[in-house]
């Protein structure tokens, strides 16, 4: 018996060995399927207070109650943000805009890029504000003027001070606590078209931004602007920059983005004459964002350091200011603000606000089907169902 216990591993392990690759490669495949299938396909999470938003969200947006079927091939948050901004980069052609320039009450000037293919002089407009370091010509941008004009709504990019080619007239530039611009551009849109329905969208800084002029504006945004939309939003800037510091892959991003950063100031600020609050040298200096808000941002905007900025910009412990119906969109696998970093809670108490969150996606991911190279995005999905709901009903609804 003894040496028949001692045999029955050798044999259990020869036979496995016996196994056909094919068999073994069936297997692998049923697994992966059933993973997917069970652990990766989901109905987005949808977080809001009961009452007029969220039964307008349930009634009107469909996409919310459907599955959201993540790439295949690539569902991993960090290869679904680096794989979606390739794609699109690649395969969404340039858009063409109707450029307007902008001069603000302090002499600078921003570029706004009027998107108005398919659309007529009663169209409602959708104000949109790219990410850190984005402009009209953002992959993901191209997504959403691509869905906004096959809805019939006129969109406005509004490019940031020095970005879409604009040279810097002014020693400033922009972040995401600094709302004086937005709200010129905004009330520059309204005294265009007093009698035409506006809303905005942001997209990850820009979400900020846009969250951040709403908590500020409280009930006197609501006659500026019916609805907004943000998407891939890090509302708690603390928790999101723990995130994207850790090593390997997250760590690249950073340093990608803090690249940028020094990349777009480079292209200005030639001279320490024209910032004096700036050591240019220790700004070049730096590796990651949190590094470069701590010494350019923060010193720029009067702040003491990073963190002091932070707590500004910071959109998690505001929500309940907002009184602009707010529909935001995240993944749970953002690796700019995991699931365990949003603010559910907030949100949940919420009647003006609304998170939807998908199982998958990254940061302004969400690759949906197997073969992702296609004008019509998930992204493009939610912001013209959503915003052709808005518009389509009276001020008189209650959840407006």
Known sequence: MEGLKAMIPLNF????????????????????????FFEVVKTPLLVCARGPFYDFLN?????????????????????????????????????????????????????????????????????????????????????????ARNSGIKCVIFNYRGMGGVKIKTPKFYCASSCEDLAEVIDHVKKLHPHIPVGATGISMGGLLLGNYLAQNGSDAIGKLKAALIISVPMNIFEATKSIEKPYINLMLNKYLCDNLQRILRRHVH??????????????????????????????????????????????????????PLLCLSAADDPFQPLQAMPLQEVSKSKNVALVVTSRGGHIGFLEGFWPLKEEQYIGKIFSQYFTAVFSVGDDHPAF
């Not at 959201?68 to 991993?76: A, I, K, S, V, Y």
């Not at 398919?118 to 407009?125: F, Q, Y």
Request: aromatic share 14%.
């Open 271 to 324: 001279e320490e004459d024209d910032f004096p609050e700036l050591n240019l040298q220790e700004v070049y200096k730096s590796k990651t964002v949190r590094e470069f808000d701590e010494s350019f941002t923060s010193r720029h905007f009067g702040f003491r350091d990073a963190e002091h900025y932070y707590s500004y910009a910071t959109l998690h412990n505001k929500l309940h200011l907002v009184e602009v």
């Open 59 to 147: 009634e009107n947006v469909p996409i919310l109650k459907s599955k959201f079927w993540p790439t295949l091939w690539c569902f991993e948050s960090r290869a679904q943000t680096i794989f979606a901004s390739i794609v699109r980069a690649r395969y969404l052609p340039r858009m063409k805009y109707r450029r307007e320039l902008l001069t603000l009450s302090d002499g600078g000037i921003v570029a706004l890029d009027w998107a108005e293919e398919n659309t007529n002089p009663t169209s409602p407009i959708v104000i949109i504000l790219p990410g850190l370091t984005g402009a009209s010509q953002a992959e993901y941008i191209k997504c959403l003027v691509y869905a």
């Open 13 to 36: 392990f020869e036979c496995a060995l016996c196994i056909p690759q094919y068999c073994c490669g069936a297997l692998f495949g049923i697994g992966f399927c059933a993973y997917y």
